[in-house]
């Protein structure tokens, strides 16, 4: 998230001084760059690791403050939620040993994380999207108390005016929306940054650019949100959402969203991008001390631009420019890849930043040119092909129309190889990372295709929040074998020992896909939809979507009995009043609850919407499907 120690503009004469300082940034950077002062004969790389922590029960576990006391190491730190801890590396000289030493240090951290997690009852999981989160596990409360973060909590919903929409389409649909930005810290991911020398920055800014829907297709794993099966990649929408602060009259303006992969390539300088995010998005912060960097600059100082990073931290481009300070105590240019998802496992991880920076390193010579040879409209769509549908992708690249099967296996890992040796990375890291890659596409088996095929499998017969809790068990239990995921076994080989269901709660069991009609409706609609649809209960609703009643079958045929008036309303033979519980009572307290009121439905409701029932339908399921009573 940036620069810490930030708040919000509290007078106008705040936001004039940091717009002057921003501008004395941008000015200084300027300079340094005329001036040739930027380090450029030391190239490094180094990763940020953003991890989820699940429960006993596999649901987001809001312990981030037990696990950062425990292991007390100041490369962990906090995330948007409580249910985030953030890892940072060392950054690494790009050469010889790299990859393990990173790789080392990484499973070293990991491992004193997940101890500090299991005496708390939690486990780490290492995925795109946790795949049990639910939006009662994203309420303000769950937010990290840190003053940033409650600070861009309130001026982005201010701006929005109004609640934070989503409605990402996939295989199924999720429409919603939310009071807050807790939909931001759905997403985790593994980000790299490649330091590359000022006289370099443009070209191979356009080259991150132009990889980045292949590198993505290879390595997608966020196929899930709240029991949908959405993109292959579902970060990349939900992040853009999920901070949208446009509304319909900015759309027609067509004013970027501030989390964006760009609309168009970079020409003479990085200059260029932090003008386009200053002209283009609204400030937001304020340091907590303001700094004339070009005065700075001149009293034979480097300035660190605190307010040029600050603005820039609140931008968020899939490929962002960093500028930083050296233990050389020179300044550098360094490109930070923010697409990549965390997982499914650390060395999936670093086989995937074996990937991207070797592509970095190894740019063909006729690549260096890409805006004479690409529409950067085709860049841009690769990137939202590839996280919609991932290693299934056809792209758009020098003309053609190419897999991405095809296209990274023949064209890009080659190029991936020659870029690492260009670099003297040892031979056999560079073997071991890219045969990962070269075996993952080649079978299409990525996080993302693994979760879903076994998703799929669970969903059987079962809910999307039961099928939910069983992959985030499966994923957890897979990571620890330390196999990339590649060679993960499925659920049909493991079904008896991890995809055994429980169904703890209620909605875990509930049906969700429920008939409703409203009270002003003609009773024969009733009676053709329990037909149809082959249910006993019927759900009815008001024009504010809330539940106002319910229709039992057995009320139709007590009415038939005494004798059935053509014109009757849903109205006229609803229960009115209910027996409902949340989503989060217990089945056992449910079924206990049914069997004492002697009654066969039990609509589960949040602020008087239906988001599901229970019927003796679903617990004669729960029972078969637990295997309770089974004979030995």
């Known amino acids: ?151 861009l909590n309130d001026i982005i919903k201010g701006k929005r005016k109004g609640e934070f929409e989503l409605n990402i389409i996939g295989l199924d649909e999720l429409m919603s929306s939310h009071p807050n930005i807790l939909f931001e810290a759905c997403n985790t991911s593994f980000q790299i940054h490649y330091q590359v020398p000022p006289d370099d920055f443009v070209e191979l800014f356009n080259w991150a650019q132009t990889i980045a829907g292949p590198v993505l297709a290879a390595s997608a794993n966020s196929p899930l949100l709240s029991g949908k099966r959405l993109w292959m990649e579902t970060r990349i929408a939900l992040f853009q959402q999920s901070i949208d602060m446009r509304n319909t009259t900015y759309v027609k303006r067509d004013q970027e969203p501030r989390v964006t992969f760009g609309k168009h390539w970079l020409n003479d300088s990085v200059i260029e991008l932090y003008r386009d995010s200053i002209s283009r998005f609204n400030l937001l912060f304020a340091t907590d001390s303001f700094e004339n960097s070009v005065d700075i600059l001149n009293s034979n100082k480097i300035p660190k631009l605190r307010a040029l990073n600050v603005h820039s931290g609140t931008v968020y481009m899939w490929n962002r420019a960093c500028y930083g300070i050296s233990a050389s105590s020179l300044p550098h240019l360094r490109i930070e890849n923010r697409y990549i998802p965390a997982g499914p496992t650390t060395v999936d991880e670093m086989a995937n930043a074996a990937f991207w920076l070797g592509l970095m390193a190894g740019i063909p010579q006729e690549y260096r040119r890409i805006t004479k040879k690409m529409n950067f409209e085709n860049i841009r769509y690769n990137f939202y092909n590839a996280a919609r549908i991932g290693l299934e992708s056809n792209f758009r690249w020098l003309g053609d129309n190419i897999g991405a099967v095809n296209l990274i296996l023949d064209h890009l890992l080659p190029i991936a190889y020659q870029g690492l040796e260009a670099y003297n990375v040892d031979a056999k890291d560079i073997n071991r990372l890219l045969g990962i890659i070269e075996t993952r596409v080649s079978k299409q088996i990525n996080g993302a295709t693994w979760i879903l095929d076994n998703f799929n499998k669970l969903l059987h017969k079962s809910t999307p929040k039961e099928a939910s809790i069983g992959i985030t068990r499966l994923i957890v239990e897979m990571e620890k074998t330390g196999k990339p995921v590649h060679e993960w076994e499925d659920t049909g080989s493991r079904q008896i020992n991890i995809a055994h269901k429980h169904f703890y709660t209620v909605d875990q069991a509930m049906s969700t896909d429920i008939p409703t009609v409203n009270e002003d409706d003609i009773l024969e609609l009733v009676v053709n939809f329990m037909v149809w649809r082959n249910v006993r209960y019927i759900a009815v609703e008001n024009d504010n979507h809330e539940l106002v009643g319910l229709v039992a079958s057995r009320l139709l045929v007590k009415l038939l009995s005494e004798g059935w008036k053509d014109n009757l309303t849903v109205k006229d033979i609803m229960v009115s009043q209910m027996i409902t519980v949340p989503p989060e009572t217990s089945t056992a307290d449910a079924i206990a609850l049914m069997s004492e009121k002697n009654i066969g439905c039990l609509p589960v409701v949040a602020k008087k919407r239906l988001l599901g029932i229970i019927t003796e339908r679903e617990i004669v399921n729960i029972v078969n499907l637990t295997q309770k009573f089974q004979k030995s």
């Not at 509290?10 to 930027?38: I, N, Q, V, Y």
């Not at 690494?92 to 009852?121: E, P, S, Y």
Request: hydrophobic share 35%.
């Open 1 to 151: 998230m940036g620069e810490q120690q930030v708040s919000k503009f509290s007078h106008p004469d705040d936001m004039r001084e940091f717009t002057r300082c921003l501008l004395s940034d941008l000015r200084a950077m300027d300079m340094m760059l005329k001036e040739g002062m930027f380090e450029s004969d030391v190239q490094c790389i180094g990763a940020e690791q953003e991890l989820g922590i699940v429960g006993k029960d596999w649901n987001p576990s809001m312990i981030y403050d037990k696990i950062l006391s425990e292991v007390e190491d100041e490369h962990l730190t906090t995330e948007l939620s409580r249910f985030n801890v953030e890892i940072n590396l060392d950054p690494q000289i790009f050469k010889g040993n790299c990859f393990t030493k990173m790789h080392q240090q990484l499973d070293r951290l990991l491992d004193v994380t997940k101890k500090a997690a299991r005496k708390h009852g939690s486990e780490i999981i290492l995925t795109g999207i946790i795949p049990t989160i639910a939006k009662h596990h994203l309420q303000f409360k769950h937010m990290t108390p840190n003053p940033r973060y409650k600070a």
